[in-house]
């Protein structure tokens, strides 16, 4: 009876520092856009936005394997120091692609300068991440949402004085980058170092290299998968830049659901990963099976809400909160919550299905998804300019929702009828 208080009160304190750690964390890119728009104009504001989204692609890349295959490793596998080694040299491979990929778009240099800054930023959020797998592991992801939440307010002040001084939307983001450093450094680190001994010297290294190279061949599905679900939501946004740049400051605008709905998944996604991992390392699969249930309620639910309010206050209230004029995209905003919600399934489905280690489908779902949007991107985002790029993100994500969802299911009952199989044996 006590050690199963001592786990629901555990699994309390993950839930409320969790859920606060990413609420403040993924707010933080949609209140610095409130900012920017405010303090130095729309201009700056779509530069921010586009580099930010961009930096996400990359992020994609850094977190190889994902914290959701390492968390649920619960037989543990590999060993922590092979999965924080994996993001190290996740990270070196983006540093490099990212100043390749400016090159070769002919970028100036202050917006190769914010995109490189953000990249950065998000390399230490992938390593920060792998850390927060340790802990999460050990049942401490509460430590993880305190960190969290140290990162974004620090981060989000600094950023304010730096911005309000200079008037250069890249020297504050600059200063979020040395936050995010300091806490890394004198919190994570030595938090993790209290729950797990991590060795640092040559020999260990050494293994952890070793382990790194296996994590990444194992884990190679997984990273183009999360590449992929990254890379669909950026394909219409990257176009609308190519055709129509003054646009795209009001698209960064009207995306914040996006934002909002991935921070919802993760509160109720990131805190079962483990649970979900263990049932069905158990063959507890009706339980697994109505957990996903009641995740999908919610989801739907919170979804319908989004898609009503949008419709009927969405407009007034961002040009409330940013102070600027988007009634001529009501339409466009109403067609992008539609999509941000069906996104929204396919986070949920991504997650499950990596726990479930199915990862064929869903890869050539994303792929061929993908190649599908950039090929009626082409067609639509140069005749129908914003329009044209929500009705791209709403159509893909519908799709790609259905097909996650028949190869869940289809996953599952494959489940069932082997761990039936086994039960006869």
């Known amino acids: 009876q006590t050690c199963y208080t001592n786990d629901m009160q555990s699994q309390k304190k993950d839930y409320i520092w969790n859920s606060l750690g990413s609420l403040l964390q993924s707010a933080i ?33 850094s977190l ?31 540093a490099v692609s990212a100043v390749v990929f400016c090159v070769l778009n002919g970028y100036n240099a202050t917006k190769t300068g914010l995109i490189m800054i953000l990249v950065a930023f998000k390399i230490l959020e992938s390593i920060a991440d792998s850390l927060y797998g340790v802990l999460q592991i050990h049942r401490k992801l509460y430590i993880a949402g305190i960190s ?56 260990f290294i050494k293994e952890y290299a070793g382990q790194a190279v296996v994590i990444m061949k194992r884990t190679s599905a ?69 957990i996903v249930g009641k995740i999908n309620q919610i989801t739907f639910g919170i979804g319908v809400l989004s898609v009503i309010l949008s419709y009927l206050i969405g407009v007034w209230i961002l040009n409330v909160i940013f102070g600027i004029n988007i009634n001529n995209f ?7 919550v539609i999509g941000a919600a069906a996104n929204a399934f396919v986070s949920i489905y991504v997650n499950l299905l990596i726990i479930m280690r199915r990862f064929k489908g869903q890869f050539y779902t994303l792929l061929l998804t993908d190649i ?53 044996l």
């Open 148 to 203: 969290l939440t140290m990162k974004a307010i620090l981060g989000f002040g600094v950023f304010i004085v730096v911005d309000i001084v200079t008037k250069n939307v890249m020297y504050g983001t600059l200063a979020i980058l040395l936050v995010n450093a300091l806490i890394i450094l004198l919190y994570d680190v030595l938090w993790v170092r209290r729950v797990e001994a991590i060795a640092m010297n040559k020999k």
């Open 330 to 336: 009501r339409l466009d905003l109403t067609i992008m």
């Open 29 to 61: 890119s949609p209140v610095l856009l409130i900012v920017i728009t405010r303090l130095n104009g729309i201009e700056d504001s779509g530069l921010f936005s586009f580099a930010l989204s961009l930096s996400v692609v990359f992020w994609a890349i």
């Open 372 to 424: 599908l949007a950039v090929a009626v991107s082409m067609c639509l985002i140069e005749r129908l300019a914003m329009l044209g790029s929500v009705l791209v993100f709403m159509m893909i994500s519908f799709l790609q929702v259905a097909l996650l969802l028949f190869i869940y299911k289809r996953s599952l009952k494959d489940a069932i009828i082997t761990d039936k199989s086994k039960g006869e």
């Open 222 to 290: 997984v990273f183009v998968v999360m590449f992929l679900t990254m890379f669909s939501l950026n394909i219409p946004r990257y176009f609308l830049d190519k055709s129509h740049p003054d646009q795209i400051g009001y698209f960064g605008i009207m995306a914040m659901p996006i934002t909002l709905l991935g921070l919802f998944i993760s509160f109720i996604i990131q805190p079962n990963v483990v649970n979900l991992s263990e049932l069905l390392a158990k063959g507890r699969l009706k339980e697994f099976a109505r």
């Open 64 to 94: 190889w394997g994902g914290r959701t295959y390492q968390a649920s490793d619960v037989k543990r596998e590999f060993c922590s120091g092979g999965y924080v080694a994996v993001r190290f040299a996740a990270s070196l491979i983006v």
